[in-house]
């Protein structure tokens, strides 16, 4: 077998920009149920927010950083770990908040509010873990990743679609209602599709080198999910706001980070194959636990 990072992954440039584009109207569709008033909820419980954003965009990253300096793997594997952590959390947290008898509201106004920050925590903090652990920030140095470029891309396809949908929203509520029941599970249903896709011409790639990244990953997720509900635990929070962090902080952007990786690392191995498996697993983790929680009396 080839080494890892020499592994081909078949995604060509049209896929990719259709995986731009599919990403780009799921944002939209999320936005499409946001308003400003979302936001001002937000202000009026700081505590909850500040844990949300605490939790997302701060001590995962962190904590990812020391799991990698305690396991030592591979570093495209490491960095594409750094890469997840670095995404906001993932649209379909909502549903699984909903489904898990957590508080929706809150899931739906800090995804808003986490995409938001995302523009400049996501670069920021993949960059700054990226070249704090040795052997990541010499793979950062020979792709040359540029910093604003990355920014862009992230402006891109979660800033531009999130204030056109707001601005929707707030201009014809009723299409805008409308819109979103169309979009949302259409541009879901693309994204899932693309996805497929791509992991069914990369069978081979998958089959061989799943077991370099299936306990990481799994072990990641754990945490991710862990870490959220803990935290909101610590501060006093209600059990259905601690389902909401852990749901929040445990099922992440992967796509972006997919894209990411496919724009600027040209799908390198460990990277591709580390995102991909998350996007998997996040799902079959989270709907479990979701599950759980919804035959839960409390």
């Known amino acids: ?20 584009l599919a990403l780009a109207v799921v944002m939209f569709g999320v936005a499409l149920g946001v ?21 997302q965009f701060v001590l995962l990253p962190f904590i990812t950083y020391l799991f990698i300096l305690l ?7 490491a960095l594409g770990m750094i890469m997840v952590a670095a995404c906001p959390g993932g649209n379909i947290s909502n549903f699984m908040t909903h489904l898990a008898k957590g508080n929706t509201a809150l899931s739906v106004s800090l995804t808003a509010f986490a995409t938001f920050l995302a523009m400049i925590m996501t670069p920021l903090n993949f960059q700054f873990y990226g070249n704090l652990y040795a052997p990541t920030a010499q793979l950062l140095q020979s792709v040359e990743l540029d910093f604003f470029e990355l920014v862009k891309l992230v402006l891109l396809i979660l800033g531009i679609p999130l204030i056109l949908g707001m601005t929707l ?27 497929i896709i791509a992991f069914s011409n990369n069978l081979d790639v998958f ?46 952007n992967s796509g972006l980070g997919l894209l990411l990786i496919f724009t600027f690392f040209n799908g390198l191995g460990g990277m591709a194959i580390i995102a991909a498996f998350w996007g998997i697993w996040h799902i079959v983790s989270g709907l479990s ?9 409390k």
């Open 207 to 252: 089959y061989n080198y799943i077991d370099r990244v299936l306990l990481i990953g799994i072990s990641h997720n754990i945490i991710a999910l862990t870490l959220g509900f803990l935290l909101a635990k610590a501060f006093g929070l209600s059990f259905k706001n601690q389902k909401t962090l852990a749901i929040e902080t445990g099922i992440q």
């Open 289 to 297: 636990l979701a599950f759980y929680w919804s035959a839960s009396k």
């Open 71 to 77: 396991i030592k793997p591979q570093a495209s594997i």
């Open 1 to 20: 077998m080839l080494e890892l990072d020499d592994v081909q992954i078949n995604f060509d440039t049209n896929a990719l920009w259709i995986l731009n």
């Open 169 to 195: 929203r707030s201009q014809n509520k009723k299409l805008a209602e409308k819109l979103s029941k169309i979009l949302k599970p259409f541009s879901i249903i693309v994204f899932v599709t693309i996805v």
């Open 35 to 55: 308003t400003l008033n979302d936001f001002k909820q937000l202000v009026r419980q700081p505590k909850v927010v500040v844990l949300g954003i605490v939790s």
